[in-house]
C-alpha cells in the first residue's frame, strides 16, 4: 500500500468497546439518553425523516427495487358470511441500502494487500470480513446489533448557512460547521453529548425524487476533517440529506468514503443517508429527540424505514 | 348472502373521519397524544416489541422470505490508499406481511355478491378494491399514509392472568380483558384514551421461533366481542403477541378474521400482529409509551420494523 | 360492449380441440411435425433465435429484471483436499414476459361488461381469468401446458422485402405477406403446414440493445388481417423480431393487441416475442427446423429461452 | 495443501482449447454432431427430459424458489372494444441452480491455499474467481458462452442393470457402466463420439417430488473413477436423474465432489442435474438426439429448462 490511510488512522481496532463489540457507537444508547431526550420536547409535534420508498426514487447504480402485488386479492375469500379477502405486497430490493437508509457496522470495508500480495477486507473492529460473510447474510455487524435510536438530536443547517442548497463536491468542513453552531445559537462547546445524533442538511434531499436519475451522480457532504470533528464529540448517529453523508466526488481521490471509514470502522458512529431533512429545518428546532428503530434482518447491511423527530 | 355479516354490521362506511379518509384512527395521532404519552416515561428503558426476521420464521403458507448477499463484497475497492468496498443485502419477501408487522388499512376486504351475481371487494371507508388495486401497490390506503405512533400503550396480560400460555383457539372475551385491568390495577374506567394503544399478549409469541412450522397453523386470540369492546374505547392500534389478533381457528367458520374486519374496515384501527411482549410482561410495566414508524413503501399493505416501548 | 370485438369474432371458444383444452395448437405438434421437419436439414448449422438476457435489456414498463449472486463463492469450500466451492446465481424477473419469450395461452385476456354492468375477463377456451388466477401462478393454461416444439419453420422477412427495418406503427398486411413468399421463392399455396412455425422480421429486433430504453415505445407489426390469413393455415407458433407481433399502436386505437386475442384466444396459437432473426434472415434460409422447449415452471404466464434454428 | 487433488490432477489446465476458451466441451458441438444425431431418429416421438418448477420442489439448502402474480390481471383492459388484458409472472429463485439444471463451466471452483496462508479459488482454465466475479453475475464463463447442444444421446440405465433404484451414497463405478452398455447392448467401444451426451439413470428422479424434503440429502451417483472413465471418451454433457451427477455423500470425505471437479474444470464437461430419465428408459430406446439450449442470461452459473429427447 502506498502511504497510510488518512480515514483510518493507526491503531484502529479493537473499538474502545473491546474486539468483540458489534454495535459500536449504539453502546452510548441507554435509559440516560433517552430521559436527557425527553428535555428536548416541547410541543409533541412528530416530524418523519425519511423519504417514502417507491419505483422512480433514485438507486444506486446496480441495485434493485421493486413491488409486485400477489394476486388480486392475495386470499380468500373465506367465511361463507364475512368473505374475508386480504392483500400481501412483494417486494425485491437491496432493502439496507435504498432511500433513506442506516447503514449496519459491517457495511463497509477497507481492503488491506498482504506482503504475500493477496488482499483482505478488514471491517469495524477489525473484522475479517471473510470471517462474517455469508451468502445469506453477515453473521457479525448485520444491522440486526444496533440498538433502538431514541436520543437528542441536533440539526446543522449548512444549506441554511449559506441560504442556498450546496453543490455536488461541496466539501463541508469543521469550520462550516462552527459557523452553523453560532449561526443557530448552539454554542461551540458542549452542544453535543455523546450517545446524541448530528444531522447534516446539505440541500441535496430536495432533489431526491426531482432528480432521481442523477441524484447518485454526486453529492455535497462531510469532509474527513468534518467527520474527525464529529467524532471527537462522540456521537450515536452522523445522518445528512445526501446519499453518503460523505462528499462526493471524494476531495481526494485515493481516499473514497474516508467518512464511512473514519466513523464506521474507526468510531462504530451509525451513518444515516438520504434522510429528508427540509420539515425539520423549517420547524425552526435545532435541538430535538430522534428516534429511529432499525428494520432487525439478521446480517442485513443496513435497514430502511422511517427516522422521526420529536418536537 | 346468507345473513349480515356481523364484523362489520350495518352502515360501516363511510368512516367517522369523511368517505375520503386513509388514515383511520391514525387520525387520532397528534401532539396531544405525544405529550400525554410522555408522562408515561419513568426509568427510560426502552424494549423491542417485534422479533428479528430471519430464514426459518414463521411465514403464512404461499409467503417468501429470502436474503441474499449480492457479491463479497458488494462494491469496491475504491481509493488508491483507502481501498475503501461495501457490502449490499438483497430480500425478497412478502414484505409488509411477515413477522412482526402492522396491517394496513387496505390489507383486508369483504367480498360481496351483487345481485347480478358478481362479486366485489369492499375495503376500509367503503373503497372498492378493484379502484385501488394495482399490480404494483394499493392506489390508496397503503402503509404509507399511515402516521408515526408516538403515544401511551398498554398491555393487557392475558397469558398472565391464567397464568399459563393460551392453546390455539382460544377466544378472548371482554370479560377476560376486564379481569386483566382488574389484577393489573388499571381500573374498568378511563383507562384508555382514544388514540392509545393495547397490546394483548397470548402467550403464543413465545412459541414463534421454537415452533416455526406450526406457528401459523392456529393461535388464541381476540373474539369480536373483545373486538366489539376494544374499538368503542377508540384505540389507534390493537396489538398483539399472535399472527392474526384474531383467534384461529374462527369461533364461528362462516366470520373468519372477525376482528380484522370489525377493527381496520369499521373502525380503521391498525392490528399489529406477531409481536414480541414477553419481555415487556417481565418489566411488570402495563402503562408505556408504544412507538412505531412503519416502513413507508407506497402502496404497501403493511410494514415490517421494531415496534418499542420505552417505560 | 360498443360494437363486436373484431379480434375474436363470434363463437370463439369452444376451442376445435375441445372446452378442456389447455394446449390449442400445441396439439398440432406430433411424430410427424418432427419427422417432417427433418427434412428441411441440410448443412447442420444452428442459429439461436433469441437474445441474450442481461440489466440493460428493454423492459416493459413495471417490469423488473435482476441478477444478484449470492456471496462470493455461495458454498464452500469443502473437503480437505478437494476444497470444492460453488457459485449461485439469484434472479428476480416477471421471467416469462422479458426479452425473448413466448406467451402462455393463459396471458391475454379479453374483459367482457355484463347487463349487470360488472365485468369478467375471458382467455383461451373461455376460461374466466376468475376461475383459474392464483397469486402463485395460473391454474390452467400456464406454460407448463404447452409442448416442447420441434416443427418445420419458415422465416418471412418483411424488412427483406422492403430492403430497410420498418417503422414503428408498420403495420404488416396480408398482401406484404405474400410478396415476401414471391420473393423467397415459397409459392403461394402449401407453403405451411398445420402445425408449423411462422417468423415475421420486421427489423425492430435489430434495435432491442441499442435502443433498450425506447423498444418497447412503438413497433412494426402484424395487423389483425395478417393474423387471420396466417391463422387459416394453422401454425403452432407466430413469431416476430418485435415485442408483441402485433404492430404498435394498434392501428385502430378500440382494438389493442388484436393478433393477441385472434391468435392466442380464437386459435391458440402462440406467440414468441422478442425474437432475433437477422442471423437467420442473413442464412438465406426460408426453411428450417424451429426448435423450442418452453422452461416449465407451473403457472407461468410466459417463458424465457433460446428457441433454435437448425439449418 | 494436504495431498494433490485427484479430482483434477496436475495440469489441468489450460484446457485443450486454449487459455482463454470458456466453451469447453461445448466446442465439440457443431453441423457434424448435429447431422449425426440425425440418424438416431426414428420415430419422431418427443420426451421431456427435465422437471417442471413448482413451490414445494426439493431445494438445496439455502436455495428459494417463488412465483408470484403482480396483479389481477396485470395490464389492461385497453382498447374500448377490444377490452384486452394480460397476465405476467414474477420469479425469484436461484434460478441457474434449481431442479433440472445444467451447470455453467464457472460453477464449480477449486480452492486453494498460497504459501502465505491466503487463499485463491481457481475455476475452468485456471480462472480465478476473483477475477470474473461480480455481485450481478459472472464476466467470464457464464452460462450465456454455452452452445445450443443438438447432438446424440446416449442413456445407460444404472437402475435398470439393478432392477431397482440405487440407494443413497451408492457409488457408480466405471465396471458398472460397462456393465450397462453390455445390457444395452451399446457394445465396450466405441459407443460414444466426442460431442456425445452421457445420461446416467440411478433412480434418484423418481424420488424429486414424492420425497422434495429428503431430496438433498444424499444420492447414488457417479465415484471419480467412473467421471474419468466418461471424460476419455470427451462427451459434451454428463447428466443424471440425481441432483449432483456425483454420489452424495462423497466416498472421500477430503474430496467432495469430484465429477463437478474432474468433468467441469478439468474437461469442461457440462454436467446436467436433476434430470427426469424415467420415460425415455421406459421408451427401450438407449441411442437418441439429447437438445438442450441454455437459458442466456448474461453470468448465470446455470440454466434451469426443458433438455428433450427425440426418439
Redesign the interface.
Known amino acids: 500500500?502506498?502511504?497510510?490511510?488518512?480515514?483510518l488512522g493507526e491503531g484502529w481496532f479493537p473499538s474502545r468497546w473491546g474486539p468483540n463489540d458489534e454495535q459500536g457507537a449504539g453502546n452510548l444508547?441507554?435509559?440516560?439518553?433517552?430521559?436527557r431526550a425527553?428535555a428536548m420536547?416541547r410541543?409533541?409535534?412528530?416530524i418523519?425523516l425519511?423519504?417514502?420508498?417507491?419505483?422512480g426514487m433514485p438507486l444506486s447504480p446496480?441495485?434493485?427495487f421493486?413491488?409486485?402485488?400477489?394476486?388480486?386479492?392475495?386470499?380468500?375469500?373465506?367465511?361463507?358470511?364475512?368473505?374475508?379477502?386480504?392483500?400481501?405486497?412483494?417486494?425485491?430490493?437491496?432493502?439496507?441500502?435504498i432511500g433513506t437508509h442506516m447503514d449496519a457496522l459491517?457495511?463497509?470495508?477497507?481492503?488491506?494487500?498482504?506482503?504475500?500480495?493477496?488482499?483482505?477486507?478488514l471491517v469495524y473492529n477489525g473484522n475479517k470480513?471473510s470471517d462474517i460473510?455469508?451468502?445469506?447474510?453477515?453473521r457479525k455487524l448485520g444491522i440486526?446489533k444496533a440498538?433502538?435510536f431514541?436520543t437528542r438530536g441536533v440539526l446543522l443547517d449548512v444549506e441554511g448557512l449559506f441560504g442556498t442548497p450546496l453543490e455536488n463536491g461541496f466539501e463541508i468542513t469543521p469550520d462550516h460547521l462552527r459557523q452553523c453552531l453560532e449561526r443557530q445559537g448552539l454554542g461551540q462547546e458542549g452542544w453535543l453529548n455523546p450517545g446524541d445524533v448530528v444531522l447534516i442538511r446539505t440541500g441535496h434531499g430536495a432533489r431526491f425524487f426531482s432528480h432521481a436519475d442523477s441524484w447518485y451522480d454526486g453529492a455535497p457532504g462531510l469532509g474527513l476533517a468534518a467527520a474527525e470533528y464529529l467524532a471527537t464529540l462522540q456521537p450515536s448517529v452522523v445522518g445528512a440529506d445526501n446519499f453518503a453523508v460523505d462528499v462526493i466526488p471524494?476531495v481526494?481521490?485515493?481516499?473514497?468514503?474516508?467518512c464511512?471509514?473514519h466513523l464506521i470502522m474507526r468510531h462504530g458512529i451509525y451513518l444515516h443517508e438520504g434522510m429528508k431533512l427540509d420539515d425539520l429545518a423549517q420547524s425552526g428546532r435545532s435541538e430535538f429527540v430522534y428516534?429511529?428503530?432499525?428494520?432487525?434482518?439478521?446480517?442485513?447491511?443496513?435497514s430502511?424505514?422511517?427516522?422521526?423527530a420529536?418536537l
Not at 364475512?82 to 437491496?94: G, L, P
Not at 459491517?106 to 477486507?121: A, D, F, M, N, S
Open positions: 500500500m502506498t502511504r497510510p490511510n488518512p480515514a444508547q441507554g435509559p440516560e439518553t433517552v430521559l425527553q420536547i410541543t409533541g409535534e412528530i418523519p425519511g423519504f417514502p420508498y417507491r419505483v446496480g441495485r434493485t421493486g413491488i409486485k402485488m400477489p394476486g388480486g386479492p392475495s386470499g380468500g375469500p373465506e367465511g361463507a358470511v364475512s368473505q374475508t379477502v386480504w392483500n400481501d405486497d412483494f417486494v425485491v430490493a437491496e432493502l439496507g441500502q459491517g457495511h463497509v470495508g477497507h481492503q488491506i494487500r498482504l506482503p504475500c500480495g493477496h488482499c483482505e477486507t470480513l460473510w455469508t451468502p445469506y447474510g453477515l440486526d440498538p433502538v431514541y471524494a481526494d481521490p485515493e481516499v473514497v468514503l474516508p464511512h471509514q428516534a429511529f428503530a432499525p428494520l432487525r434482518i439478521e446480517g442485513a447491511t443496513g430502511p424505514g422511517t427516522p422521526f420529536i
